[in-house]
């Protein structure tokens, strides 16, 4: 297994608790397909160097984690088609 870090963004528009219900559904993604979360980073709102869908603010995230494949394939399908989310980064440490 490999490490890897991601960071996402998410839409500025929600509130508090489906923030954390987000964070929760898109950690569940990667532990449901084999990954072992090792750290999870919440920076906050903050203003986005550019415009992204419109919005100048996020929420951002990251978590560090192993995983096979497997795992960042079914991640990177659902959050591509989940609107919530404005950006996200997946980086190999």
């Known amino acids: 297994m490999k490490n890897y870090e991601i960071m996402y963004i ?20 990667l532990t449901d397909n084999g ?7 919440e920076w906050g709102m903050r203003d986005l160097a550019y415009p992204i869908k419109k919005q100048t603010k996020g929420y951002y995230v990251i978590v560090e984690f ?22 996200f980064l997946v980086t190999v440490c």
């Open 66 to 87: 192993s995983a096979e494949p497997k795992a960042l394939n079914e991640f990177d399908r659902i959050v591509r088609l989940d609107s919530r989310v404005l950006r």
């Open 35 to 41: 990954a072992n979360i090792t750290g999870v980073k």
């Open 10 to 29: 998410l839409a500025p528009t929600l509130d508090e608790s489906s923030t954390k219900t987000t964070i929760e559904s898109l950690h569940k993604i």
